[in-house]
Each structure stands twice: as structure tokens, then as C-alpha cells.
């Protein structure tokens, strides 16, 4: 059009227009455009041309151009995948559900495409629009008739995409449809190609969801079985994926114990890793069903006995993960005599893989555990993963360790937890150490102020002149949470023990630490307090050789005074104090105590 070719070189946000039709037809024009940024900004208006269009129009001219663009652009992956995003939103805009089945062949034609990700936007966009109030003949007649057109193509991709979206209608439809799908799906589970039959494991238990309990069992148990002893590796993985969603839907007593059967030995010689990891990350799961009988749960057991020495890191990294999952479901004498046991080896493993999810899931598994068990056992693997080569490791236990002592003693926890906890005063790594100082008022949340004075407060203030920055902020962090925890007579020690430990300390970047933590604190120790600290630093820094400490001095005195009752210290001390720094030789610290001056004089 003329619009266009006038517009075409001009960016769509530059671009003025004379009416929206002139707007609308420039956007459906650069739908076919051969620049792809232009095509992909187009998609993004296609709600707007529909609306203008109205539904009628676009029902009868626009749904059909987008078919035409669609075997125009197919090779498009970015363009496509936004399209389909674009069309599952008109369906509103056609003129309502009675019309949704217009949609259908558009995003049936991109469904049928080779590029993966553009497939599974197109069965992610059929199965939104398949949701919701319709009339039955979308499922009958549209639906069902697009599933069956793609399950008997013969490029591999329309099938896969058929295997994906039988459960999105099968509920909707006749017996004699539900017979027609059944059929359909039973192919496709046994097509030639291994990518088919892996989408039909995959929906297994979707669609075992939207069947009744008798059809799964006559239909979806039989082919699970048969696609859990597929040739094709990446086949029975998702059969295994899926075989938990089928047991739930089935939870019968026999089938159940097939199931573990089959898990059990599906990699009889080991030579596919995937597919034991699969087992690993599933098996556990059918410990929580009530119907299993205890010697089912023992061969589970002994199932993930066996793969804690697989040679593969990835899988013993899953059971680990797995481990948390089987200790819920299982009695505390069987945690402790056969869960318990694998830990120390888990701890020691070679990967670090294996080693950080165990840091992870060490207090899920501690849950199911008496505190005495806990101190017999896992505390050792915890000081274990605390001094870890990798710090992942080491950081990962730090903030899960606060939680495995939860039901502690305080008598326990200075016998056997403070010892741990002390060895972090040595420590060199800043981020290890960090963690560490996170942890702490997490930890102080279940013990008495007695408890934190005699074994932690040490621990904490001997931090406080750290050279690393984010260890002096956090230490101050930590104060101020504990503070409030035990309250102004029990902290008032500590806080002016770490406030003067800055405050006299010979390093001028403490110093300004010291101010800047005053600052921070003030409003929970209160201006009186703070007033005295100042009295005894005030003259000393207002004559510092460091232009910063005195620049921040200023601050200080602004910010600890500023908005509360004129206090003799103020006119007799920090006025006199301000009016000097204005003629200071660093001109930041005479503008900041002018500024100072100006709040100040407003009390």
C-alpha cells in the first residue's frame, strides 16, 4: 500500500499516522515483511488490528492471511512462536467460543513443524484454547478431527504433536470417539519413529488424568509396560516420568508392586544412566501410597542402596535429592537403621554434584530424626560440609544448619553445636563467612540471652573490624536483629562494645564504619545513647587528618539530631563543631556541615 511504502523505512514507534486504518493496514503489510524485526513488532499489534477490523472481518479475512503468512514465514522460529502466542489471544476478539475452531488450522499448521520449540508453543496454545466452556462440536467435529489429521500424517512431527494433545479432549467427547483416540494413541505409542512413541510415554499420564480408573487400568497400564520396555533409552525415561501420575490414578495394591518391579529392574546391565536417573528421581514417590505393603517399601529401599554407588555423579546426586523424600514417608527406625547409614558416604563423594544437594536435604532428612540421632550422626556430616573444598557446599549447609538444631537443647547446643560455631572465628573466606554471620540470628531466635553472651556474642563482635565491608554491614545487621530479640538492657553492652571497637580503631576506614553504623543503629539504641557515644569521639574526629572521617562526621551529627528536642550538647558541642568544619580544607566536609548547619538550626 501507499502508507506503506511511505512508512516502510521509519521505525513502528516513529511512525505517525493519519487514522487507525492507515496504522492497521501498515501492521497487516509488515506481517509479510522480508525484515524479520519489523514481522516479530507486527505480531505484537495483531489485537489491535482485530479489534478494528471487528470479529467478522476477522473471522472471514484475517485468520485466513495469518494461514497464508504462517507457509510464508514457517522458517521463522522467533516470528512463528510469538504468532502463536498472538492467535491464542483472538479468541475473544472472533466473536467468542461459538468461533473458536477457526484458530484451530492455524496453529495445526505449526504444530506440524520441525523446530521444537515452535511445536510445543503451538500444542501449549492448542491445549489453552481446548480449556474453557465450548460447544461440543469444537471437541466432536474440530478438535478431534485436527488430532486424528495430525496423528496419520506422514512427517514425524505432526504425530508427535497428535501424542500430546489427545488428553486435552478426550473427556469432552463420545464413547465411540474415546474409542477412536484410544486407537489413535495405541498407534502412535507404537509408531516407527522413537520421537512419536517418546510424546506418547510422555502424555501417559495425562492422559491416565482425564480417564476413569477402570480405562487406565484396561488401557494405560499395559501400554506404560510395554513402553517401559521400549529399545529406545529417551522412550522409556518418559514412560518412567509418567508412571507416577498413572499409579495415582490407578492406587491399586497389585499394580502398584508391578510398578516398583518394573522400576526396579529397568536397567538391568546399566548401560543407560538417564534412565536409572529417572528411576531414582520417581521411585521414591510410591513409598507415600498406603497401600504398599512394607516389604515393597524395604525393596525400595534397598533399590536406592544400590544406586548411592552408581558410577554416574548425576545419579547419585538425584537419589540424594530423593533421600529427603523417602525419610518423610518412612517409620524413624527405618530412617535411622538403613537412610542414615548411606550419609557419611554421600558426604565423602567425589562430586560436588552429590555433595551440595546432601547440604541441601540434610534437615528434611533430620526432621524425621530424634535430636539425639541428629547429634550422633549428622552433625558430624554437617561439620563435614562445613569445611567442604567447594564453597557452594559450604554456604549451602550454613543456611540450612540453624534449622537441624531447631529442637536442640541449650544444654546441647553448647556441648556440641558452639564448638562448630567457634571454629568460623578463623575463618579466611569472606563469603563463607558471610553465610555464617547470616545464619547467626536465625540461631539466636531459640536460645535465652545468657546462651548468646557466653558462647556467641564473641563470635559476632570479634567481626565487627573485618576488612571486608559486607562482613562489617552484616555484623551490624546481626546486632540490630538481636537487639530487638533480647531487648535494650541485655544489648546495650555489645552494641557500644562493637561501636567503640570501630569508633578508637587506629584505621580511618573503621572509623567512618563506626559513624556510619551509628547511624544505622541509632534508632534502636535512641538518641541519648547516641549522644553519649558522640561526646566522646566528637572532638577527636572534628580535628581527624582524614577529610572523609570528618565529612562523615558531619553527616552523622545531622542525621543522629536532626528532627528531635534542641539538647544542650547540641548548641554547647556539635553547633560550635559544624561552624568550624565550614571553613574545613576539604570542601566535601564544609558543604556537608553546612548542609548539617541548615537542619540543625531548624530545632
Known amino acids: 500500500s501507499d502508507v506503506y511504502k511511505r512508512q516502510i523505512d521509519k521505525r513502528p514507534m516513529e511512525i505517525e499516522f493519519e487514522s487507525t ?14 525484515d524479520s524485526n519489523q514481522r516479530i513488532h507486527a505480531v505484537s499489534k495483531i489485537k489491535n488490528i482485530c479489534e478494528i477490523l471487528g470479529p467478522v472481518r476477522t473471522r472471514e479475512e484475517f485468520v485466513p492471511y495469518l494461514i497464508d503468512i504462517i507457509e510464508e514465514c514457517d522458517n521463522d522460529e522467533e516470528f512463528v512462536s510469538k504468532l502463536c502466542e498472538a492467535i491464542v489471544g483472538l479468541e475473544n476478539l472472533i466473536g467468542g467460543s461459538e468461533y473458536t475452531y477457526l484458530l484451530l488450522s492455524p496453529l495445526e499448521m505449526i504444530a506440524s513443524m520441525e523446530e521444537n520449540n515452535v511445536r510445543d508453543r503451538a500444542i501449549d ?3 489453552t484454547l481446548a480449556k474453557g466452556p465450548k460447544p461440543s462440536s469444537f471437541y466432536e467435529e474440530h478438535f478431534c478431527g485436527m488430532v486424528k489429521r495430525l496423528g496419520v500424517w506422514d512427517n514425524y512431527p505432526s504425530r508427535i504433536s497428535a501424542a500430546a494433545l489427545i488428553h486435552c479432549c478426550y473427556s469432552e467427547v463420545s464413547e465411540q470417539m474415546k474409542q477412536e483416540l484410544t486407537t489413535l494413541f495405541n498407534e502412535l505409542a507404537a509408531d516407527d519413529t522413537p520421537m512419536v512413541r517418546r510424546s506418547a510415554a510422555a502424555n501417559l499420564g495425562n492422559l491416565a488424568q482425564v480417564m476413569t480408573k477402570e480405562e487406565t487400568i484396561s488401557f494405560i497400564v499395559p501400554l506404560s509396560h510395554k513402553l517401559l520396555r521400549d529399545d529406545t533409552d529417551s522412550v522409556k525415561l518418559r514412560a518412567v516420568e509418567s508412571l507416577y501420575d498413572v499409579a495415582c490414578v490407578v492406587n491399586q495394591k497389585e499394580h502398584l508392586v508391578t510398578f516398583v518391579s518394573l522400576l526396579k529392574n529397568i536397567d538391568p546391565d546399566g548401560k543407560s544412566w538417564r534412565v536409572r536417573f529417572g528411576v531414582a528421581e520417581v521411585l521414591a514417590k510410591f513409598v507415600a501410597f498406603s497401600d504398599l505393603e512394607e516389604r ?14 552408581d558410577p554416574e555423579a548425576e545419579v547419585r546426586s538425584v537419589v540424594v535429592t530423593s533421600l529427603a523424600e523417602l525419610s518423610d514417608n518412612l517409620d524413624e527406625p527405618l530412617v535411622h537403621s538403613r537412610i542414615v547409614p548411606l550419609l557419611p558416604q554421600l558426604a565423602g563423594d567425589s562430586s560436588h554434584y552429590v555433595r551440595l544437594p546432601l547440604a541441601q536435604v540434610l534437615v528434611r532428612i533430620g526432621k524425621n530424626l530424634t535430636p539425639e540421632h541428629i547429634i550422633a550422626n549428622l552433625l558430624k556430616i554437617s561439620e563435614k560440609l562445613m569445611h567442604d573444598e567447594v564453597l557452594d557446599v559450604r554456604i549451602t549447609i550454613l543456611k540450612e544448619f540453624t534449622q537441624l538444631c531447631r529442637r536442640f537443647t541449650e544444654a546441647q547446643l553448647a556441648q556440641h553445636v558452639v564448638p562448630l560455631l567457634q571454629k568460623f572465628k578463623e575463618e579466611k573466606n569472606w563469603r563463607v563467612k558471610l553465610s555464617f554471620l547470616e545464619m547467626l540470628p536465625m540461631f539466636c531466635e531459640q536460645i535465652q540471652f545468657n546462651f548468646f553472651n557466653a558462647h556467641l556474642a564473641e563470635i559476632l563482635l570479634d567481626q565487627v573490624d573485618d576488612h571486608y565491608c559486607a562482613i562489617r554491614e552484616q555484623v ?12 535494650k538492657n541485655a544489648m546495650t553492652e555489645s552494641v557500644n562494645f562493637a561501636l567503640d571497637k570501630l569508633l578508637n580503631s587506629g584505621n580511618y576506614i573503621f572509623r567512618v564504619a563506626g559513624l556510619q553504623a551509628l547511624c544505622k543503629i541509632k534508632s534502636e539504641i535512641g538518641v541519648d545513647t547516641a549522644r553519649q557515644i558522640l561526646e566522646r569521639v566528637i572532638d577527636d574526629y572534628a580535628r581527624d587528618k582524614v577529610p572523609n572521617v570528618r565529612l562523615n562526621l558531619a553527616r552523622t551529627l545531622q542525621m543522629v539530631f536532626e528532627g528531635t528536642p ?9 553547633i560550635p563543631v559544624l561552624k568550624k568544619l565550614l571553613d574545613d580544607t576539604d570542601p566535601d566536609a564544609g558543604y556537608s556541615a553546612k548542609i548539617a548547619l541548615s537542619k540543625l538550626d531548624q530545632i
Open 21 to 34: 486504518e492507515e496504522e492497521t493496514a501498515l501492521y497487516i503489510e509488515e506481517l509479510k515483511s522480508e
Open 125 to 127: 496454545g492448542l491445549s
Open 296 to 309: 515393597i517399601r524395604l525393596e525400595i529401599v534397598e533399590t536406592y542402596e544400590k544406586l548411592c554407588k
Open 476 to 487: 551490624l545487621d546481626d546486632l540490630i536483629k538481636i537487639y530487638k530479640m533480647f531487648g
Open 566 to 574: 534542641r539538647h544542650q550538647f547540641v548548641s554547647s558541642k556539635v
